[in-house]
């Protein structure tokens, strides 16, 4: 037969149940606040700003590999051993092939931001729903606008591992369709 | 269809270093008249002012996808027929499917290389 609850115990486990609530109500707004006003910089602004910088190095980086690629081409192009000339062009191109791996980590760390960005959106809507408010420094957009790209379900971004098909993969699915 | 390496190029992407990338590789195949777009939007407004022989271009862009812009080129009377090479990484089935269906003349998935879009562009002009 379970014991019924006293009045006191009833008090404290509601009173327990309000102090969660309210802690978890300041550690929602600490994960959208800038480490500035929290001490702590593991928030959702920072990694946004950690990856937003990673996409411009890479991109700085890149272009100075391609730099190096084009002056080599232009050295190749004037060797007098034509030969090693077009070995060295090849080799140059390959380089610049290459550096195709900047759009891809971009476009990874894009779609990381933009979930970054869904959290951040839901936190602050949470956050309302709890009955608080988000501080004025904090920006938070309304969860759903309403408002979709025409192809959004086709934006998949590349994909990863055994997942990933390769250009014949692809030029079958082309020839057959 | 024989191609023509004076032909004016609208490449688009969104990301500068695939333009650069897809510059040197057309550069490197003899074609050197070759423009630049960021997204959609922009290269609409340039094949609107322009004749160009040939779009290569990214699907994942805003404010309007390549798959926008390739859909707005294909019901223009003056460019439904202009060859468009979607250059992009969305692999899956439904892409390949939906581009195909709203005209695309050939697809290439990143990373590529010089080779594929030699062979890519061959299958739509002939060899060269």
């Known amino acids: 037969m379970t014991k019924k609850l006293t009045v006191e115990q009833l008090e404290t486990e509601i009173k327990k149940i309000a102090q969660y609530i309210a802690e978890a109500k300041l550690e929602i707004v600490a994960i959208s606040l800038p480490s500035e006003k929290t001490g702590n910089d593991k928030n959702l602004s920072n990694a946004a700003l950690e990856l937003t910088e990673v996409v411009r190095h890479t991109e700085e980086a890149t272009n100075s590999i391609m730099d190096r690629a084009d002056a080599i081409m232009a050295i190749a192009g004037g060797l007098a051993d034509s030969a090693a000339g077009a070995k060295l062009g090849d080799e140059a191109v390959a380089i610049l092939e290459a550096c195709s791996f900047q759009d891809i980590t971009g476009q990874r760390i894009k779609k990381v931001m933009s979930t970054l960005e869904q959290i951040e959106m839901r936190v602050g809507r949470l956050v309302k729903l709890l009955g608080g408010d988000m501080p004025d420094s904090v920006k938070v957009a309304e969860i759903d606008t309403g408002k979709r790209r025409a192809d959004e379900d086709l934006l998949n971004g590349p994909q990863m591992g055994k997942d990933k098909p390769s250009q014949d993969d692809i030029d079958k699915l082309f020839s057959a369709n | ?128």
């Open chain 2, 1 to 128: 269809m024989a191609i023509n390496k004076a032909m004016p190029i609208l490449i688009v992407d969104d990301y500068k270093t695939m333009l650069r990338i897809v510059r040197g590789l057309l550069n490197q195949l003899g074609f050197t008249n070759i423009d630049e777009a960021t997204d959609g939007t922009m290269a609409w407004e340039m094949v609107q002012r322009k004749p160009y022989g040939l779009i290569v271009s990214d699907w994942n862009m805003e404010p309007m996808s390549g798959f926008e812009f390739l859909k707005l080129v294909r019901t223009n009377e003056a460019t439904k027929k202009l060859p468009f090479v979607m250059v992009t990484a969305e692999s899956k089935t439904e892409n390949i499917i939906a581009a195909k269906q709203a005209g695309v003349s050939n697809y290439i998935v990143k990373p590529f290389n010089g080779i594929t879009l030699k062979q890519k562009l061959e299958a739509v002009f002939g060899p060269f």
